[in-house]
């Protein structure tokens, strides 16, 4: 399972890239033959497929996605359900049958234990996890799994001890299978979430993974290789169904990903596209998931990695390593690497420096380093990437040499690959993308490089794109713009969402076309950005691209609704055109869903101090202080509604509270030096902006302010001094010309 998302969560369960069956390309048919079978293209289910493709079937049903769901009943279940008991921090749990029918006696979102059946089985290897029906169309999946090797019971999260109330819980959000998992496991799955009732109507074709999975519905197909067309030689390529035997890499990174990717899903109705992102939004690799350097952190799986790898530009495909119907590899160990590396070349102690047939010597060890998710599942980074040791010691980046030698500092280790291979390291983008990621002062100029630089993997100029949106000079402003017209559309789409920081004037000829650009995600992205203007101010030429841009953005955000964060997008979308009464309806069914999302918390308080509901925006501010005590930003708002409401002490405290939490908000430490310069505490007013001025030195309001105190104060030898360093600093500003000419600095 994941962490609280961001954005959008992915999916549960992890599988290896597959395929289902071979379907045997033909010369192509005109399209009046295509138009002539039925229109509906429905789902037919493995037993029309095994009629002819015999071989792949059996061989899928081998496989793990054979039992990514099914009924549960004893063929199925794996557990030891013979009225065994198992506590995991704090909870005692019973696993029991009633005749044929399973049971799990633990923790109900109540706080008290009580007896849940198991419907279905979800998943076989390495664990095996179990699905309980719950009102209005959920089932949830229960934190406790089997372990089917060592063949006993799990916590996956061994040490967290979650309240019965939080979104974590196994009964919450996180853990509900209709919208984290259930896409993945079922074949041509609808979730059907009514935002209205909160309720579900689930369905599928198929209750597991099937051939048409990754094939497509079938009934064309069938129809196609039934007809007299078919027999008398009139062939129509691919034969109606996805994914043949000669597809292309394209094809079949984007038929795995949406399983095997942390992704958004813009809409159940898919657009039938060769770009992914017309129907899905991939994470990028910055740090909220990712490690600095891209590694995989968080439960990441394998689509980001691999379009970070070599292997990627050079064409590898799923089906090059992995068999598609198996899902097992097709070679053991160092034998799948060796199809296209030259095992005299690398398959040595010369290249890896350890024993033949050590673990140290397998390819997989050095250059796909694995980390453990959900307890015991073993997953492996596609980024394919060279251990550089250096990079730990430099930024404190993992790197697969420690995966082994624990015992050995990372300086030994990068010590090791200079003897090794010399002092000099080839260039890999993590050298600008760990410097980069940090978003200080040195930065920007690693991001433009990474931007500029031909060759350097697309999802990583997306995600230098992404970290760009933090700097908000001309020189960030002009690369963005550039990415507008970039071919990728991760980089159009990142670009569109970095530019928000800027003023509209700035990007709005530039931006307006891509709300009619070809993809879908990039149009919705530029809808976003448009939104926050009045109507009048959009360019006429862009007026009608940008009401069917902002339908898609409705839809996608809509569609989300079954996510406690899908709820805040949609009340954030409402809250920008200042319709207050959705705004405030979605913010609180996100609340309802997750109620320690304090995002959401600052925002409602924000939209009832708008509409003059101050009382309200208070009790919602201190509940988002409960959840979080420690966080700057609840206590600046705090102190901007106390003195809105004209109780300064409150205030007065609470801009403290937020200095001595370290905020590095400038405007923190402006509006508390102008509140103190008010009450005439001048020595508190200086002390506190200057404090503001050591941690951001290049914020012109700041200067402005303590030139103010020095002035009431009667300080003129301090004001001229800090009128002259606001005049270094931001000389053209009109709001501070009268200053300048007050001081003879005109």
């Known amino acids: 399972m994941l962490k609280k998302p961001s954005i959008i969560i992915a999916i549960l369960l992890i599988f290896v890239v597959f395929r289902v069956f071979i379907v045997d390309s033909c010369s192509t048919k005109d399209a009046e033959y295509t138009e002539s079978l039925s229109a509906n293209n429905t789902y037919v289910g493995d037993k029309s497929c095994v009629k002819c493709h015999t071989s792949e079937h059996h061989q899928w049903k081998q496989s793990d996605h054979y039992m990514s769901m099914l009924p549960a009943n004893d063929s199925t279940v794996k557990g030891d359900f013979n009225n065994v008991t198992f506590t995991a921090d704090g909870i005692t749990s019973r696993f029991f049958k009633k005749g044929s029918k399973f049971f799990i006696n633990t923790e109900g979102a109540d706080g008290k234990n009580h007896d849940f059946e198991v419907k279905y089985i979800f998943g076989y290897k390495p664990l095996q996890q179990y699905l309980v029906h719950f009102p209005g169309g959920r089932m949830q999946v229960p934190r406790l799994s089997w372990d089917v090797n060592k063949r006993k019971w799990f916590n996956q999260y061994a040490g967290q001890k979650i309240p019965s109330h939080d979104w974590l819980h196994w009964t919450g959000n996180a853990q509900n299978w209709n919208t984290m998992c259930a896409s993945c496991h079922s074949t041509n799955l609808h979730k059907n979430y009514d935002t209205k009732t909160d309720t579900y109507k689930t369905s599928y074709s198929v209750i597991n993974v099937s051939c048409e999975s990754c094939h497509g519905a079938g009934q064309k197909h069938l129809n196609y290789v039934n007809s007299s067309d078919y027999k008398s030689g009139d062939k129509v390529t691919g034969s109606f169904m996805k994914l043949g035997r000669n597809s292309g890499q394209l094809e079949q990174i984007n038929t795995c990903a949406p399983c095997h990717a942390r992704v958004s899903e813009i809409s159940a109705k898919h657009i039938d596209s060769k770009e992914i992102m017309d129907n899905y939004i ?56 060796v199809q296209c590396h030259n095992t005299s070349k690398y398959n040595t102690p010369k290249h890896t420096f350890h024993t033949s047939n050590s673990k140290g010597s397998l390819c997989v ?61 080839k260039y890999h983008f993590a050298d600008d993308l760990i410097p980069g990621s940090k978003l200080d002062n040195n930065s920007e100029p690693y991001l433009i490089q990474l931007i500029n630089t031909p060759n350097i993997p697309n999802i990583i100029k997306a995600t230098a794109v992404f970290y760009l949106g933090s700097f908000s000079d001309q020189t960030s402003l002009n690369t963005l713009l550039s990415c507008l017209n970039h071919k990728d559309a991760q980089v159009r789409y990142r670009a569109l969402r970095s530019l928000a920081i800027f003023p509209a004037e700035n990007w ?92 959401a918390l600052l925002n409602l308080s924000s939209l009832y101090n708008a509409v003059g509901k101050n009382d309200a925006s208070l009790q919602v501010l201190q509940k988002a202080l409960k959840n979080d005590p420690n966080n700057e930003r609840i206590y600046y ?23 001595a939490l370290k905020s590095q908000n400038p405007r923190v430490y402006y509006n ?28 012109p309001d700041l200067y402005y302010a303590l030139a103010f105190v020095y002035i009431q104060s009667g300080n003129q030898t301090k004001a001229q001094q800090t009128v002259l360093q606001l005049k270094q600093l931001d000389s053209s500003n009109p709001n501070y010309q009268e200053l300048f000419k007050n001081f003879g600095l005109q």
């Open 282 to 337: 991939p994470q990028i690799p910055d740090t909220e998931f990712f490690h600095a350097d891209g590694q995989v952190n968080d439960e990441d799986y394998i689509y980001t990695s691999f379009l970070q790898s070599k292997m990627y530009s050079k064409g590898v495909k799923c089906s090059n390593c992995h068999n598609p119907h198996s899902i097992k590899l097709k070679h053991i160990d160092n034998q799948t690497c």
């Open 365 to 425: 060890n050095c250059h796909m380093p694995g980390k453990i998710y959900m307890g015991n599942d073993l997953r492996h980074d596609h980024s394919f990437r060279v251990p550089r040791p250096d990079l730990s010691v430099k930024y404190g980046t993992p790197n697969a040499c420690s995966n082994c030698h624990k015992d050995k500092s990372e300086k030994t280790l990068a010590d090791a690959v200079i003897k090794w291979y010399g002092p000099n390291r």
């Open 508 to 599: 709005i000829k530039s931006a307006g076309p891509l709300l009619s650009d070809n993809v879908r995600a990039v149009r919705i992205a530029a809808a976003d950005l448009f939104l926050g203007l009045p109507k009048n101010q959009i360019p006429s030429q862009f007026a009608d691209a940008y009401t069917a841009a902002d339908k898609e953005l409705v839809s996608f955000l809509h569609y989300q609704t079954d996510f406690s964060t899908g709820n805040v997008m949609l009340a954030d979308y409402y809250l920008k055109i200042q319709d207050y009464t959705n705004a405030e309806s979605f913010y609180l069914k996100g609340l309802k869903k997750d109620n320690q999302m304090n995002y």
């Open 637 to 659: 708002n705090l102190a901007l509604l106390y003195n809105e409401m004209n109780n300064q002490d409150a205030a007065e405290n609470s801009f403290a509270k937020a200095i």
């Open 672 to 699: 508390y030096g102008l509140m103190l310069n008010t009450k005439k505490k001048f020595k508190e007013a200086e002390t506190v902006l200057q404090k503001g001025i050591t941690i951001n030195p290049d914020t």
